[in-house]
């Protein structure tokens, strides 16, 4: 069964698998302890730590191994927020951020901080100019990671980390996604990973930190790990994760090159073989495994479940995957169609006839759904000369949208379709719809039977 989900978790590595054996015999001491058992446990901490310090880019006694890629980003915000108190309270995030990142971000606002926000465009990247213009006086901290979790877009962290350098201001990489494919370029200061991600085991994240940058680590003192890390370290993970590393690091150019050839393929074959459907996130500037694209007319979890049925493991931004209701933050912040979200992230390994095998099922499983939803009657009311009112109120995405492409053709060229909503991905979808097909949105406006009233100009 192809699984299309490594940017969730990556398989574990073979060299992940037998170093974690390997050091369950050899690494199960405490590696503090001055007995024989002990210096072994130390030798294949110190080992490991080098290992991951050579791939990251820093000094051995620079990074610390952590129990999570997520605590390694919390320890990383709250100690360098900490450690530059004096110069204020400002931290400055981009809008696209991991969840991880923004939940740090969102404490830290709760308790009294400032926080700024980068907006993106439409590829998912920020403009380098716009980050160095947020970075005002008082900006203890920056937060940029280094490719997009759900779109593949490479971020410009080099220019980042140049215009934070000229501001005096630390800036901390998350680089969960990229690490496994290479170092992050630039002069950051603070950096972020987890091992699950490149194909390590499950409970290790790493934490850089350079020397010169001021860090206060927060909560109760530990000895171990730089006091920045507490608890005993889980000795055969680490090695583990370390080992896996320094593996697929060394397989990264041949396999990066092969799959982003995969991935052009879906990129190219993925709007010809199935209509109505928005690639998203830059084409160049991206990871080498991961595409991702929407589908008009398409319920998500339908989708995602139609597609596992026929044997592919994928993922999705879509806000009709999540009980939340609300589509994903990224989406929201690039402004692109959400859904029937789809994201498709390579692991290593992946052959050209799973790829394949995955662009034949594709348009018979989308064509399916399409056709199990449907497009109700829609509800209209005379609104006046050429113009229509579609009643969604009450119904999940993609209905709204279905309903507005079905009555759009009923009003005259320069009529208007007004379509009634209270899902919240109508936002994101009805002009993603627009843009799409050659319309004109109007813009949004509260309804009076409540969500809001979303009104379309036929243009084409």
Request: glycine residues 10%; charged residues 20%; aromatic residues 4%.
């Given at each position: ?24 015999d050899?690494?199960w ?22 290992a ?20 390694a ?6 100690g ?12 400055v ?20 901080g400032s ?36 779109v ?7 220019e ?37 991600k ?20 927060q ?10 890390a507490?608890g ?57 495994h ?8 398409v ?19 879509s ?15 690039m ?5 029937g ?9 992946t ?22 939803l ?11 000369s050429?113009?229509?009112v579609?009643d ?30 209270d ?20 813009g949004?406006?509260p ?6 009233a ?7």
């Open positions: 069964m192809p699984y299309f989900d490594a940017a969730s978790s990556a398989p574990l590595h073979p060299v992940a698998r037998q170093a974690l054996l390997a050091s369950l050899e690494g001491a405490d590696p503090a302890r001055l007995y024989r058992e002990g210096r072994r446990a130390r030798m294949l901490l110190d080992a490991a730590r080098e991951a310090a050579e791939a990251v880019g820093c000094r051995p006694d620079e990074l610390v191994f952590t129990p999570s890629g997520t605590r980003v919390h320890s990383g915000i709250s360098a927020l900490a450690g530059r108190r004096r110069v204020g309270t400002r931290l995030v981009s809008a696209v951020e991991h969840s991880s990142v923004l939940h740090a971000a969102e404490t830290h606002a709760a308790a009294g926080l700024t926000e980068v907006q993106v465009g439409r590829s998912g990247a920020v403009e380098a100019a716009a980050f160095a213009a947020a970075l005002e006086p008082g900006t203890a901290l920056a937060c940029l990671q280094s490719a997009n979790h759900e593949g877009t490479a971020q410009p962290v080099a980042v980390a140049e215009a934070c350098g000229a501001a005096g201001v630390p800036l901390l990489v998350d680089a969960a996604q990229s690490l496994g494919w290479g170092p992050v370029e630039g002069a950051w200061s603070l950096l972020a990973a987890s091992a699950h490149w194909g390590g085991p499950a409970g290790v994240g790493l934490l850089a930190v350079r020397k010169g940058v001021r860090f206060s680590p909560g109760p003192a530990d000895e171990r790990e730089s006091g920045r507490p005993f370290e889980n000795l055969p993970a680490i090695v583990a994760a370390a080992a896996s590393l320094r593996a697929v690091r060394a397989e990264a150019e041949a396999e990066g090159a092969r799959l982003r050839g995969l991935v052009d393929r879906i990129r190219a074959r993925v709007p010809q073989l199935v209509p109505d459907v928005e690639v998203v996130g830059d084409p160049v500037r991206r990871l080498p991961l595409v991702t694209f929407s589908c008009l007319y319920d998500g979890e339908t989708l995602l479940h139609e597609l596992d049925r026929e044997g592919f493991s994928v993922s999705s931004g806000s009709c995957t999540s009980s939340t209701l609300t589509p994903s933050h990224v989406l929201r912040a402004g692109v169609l959400s859904e979200n789809v994201r498709v992230s390579l692991p290593t390994g052959s050209e006839e799973d790829v394949d095998r995955f662009l034949a099922v594709l348009p018979g499983v989308v064509a399916q759904v399409r056709e199990r449907g497009a109700p009657e829609a509800t209209t009311e005379p609104g006046g050429g113009s229509l579609i969604a109120l009450g119904k999940r995405c993609p209905i709204p949208v279905i309903e507005l492409a079905k009555v759009i053709g009923d009003v005259p060229v320069g009529g208007t379709v007004t379509v009634l909503a899902d919240e991905a109508a936002r994101l979808d009805i002009p993603a719809w627009c843009e799409m097909r050659g319309q004109e949105y109007v949004e406006e309804s009076p039977r409540g969500g809001s979303y009104v379309v100009r036929r243009v084409a």
